[in-house]
């Protein structure tokens, strides 16, 4: 079975050398714009992460967490 390495580049020159380091060792590879996340889920994360930079989060000790469950 081969192995799959999937990479994050943050940016053009980033993107540039990975494309540039796999073609020098004649590593295939490709390139996908696609998440395999779904969109509404990957929208409530963004703007709970958004929410919190904001100061509307909420606190919760270990013992509250430990009985969400309960």
Known sequence: ME???I???INIEQENVLKAFFKALKIKFEITR???YDKD???MVLQAEDSIKRGKGKKV???E???LWK
Request: charged share 15%; glycine share 0%; net charge negative.
């Open 3 to 5: 192995n799959i390495f």
């Open 7 to 9: 990479a994050y580049p």
């Open 34 to 36: 696609e998440t395999p």
């Open 41 to 43: 889920f990957v929208n």
């Open 61 to 63: 000790s270990s013992e």
């Open 65 to 67: 967490f430990d009985n």
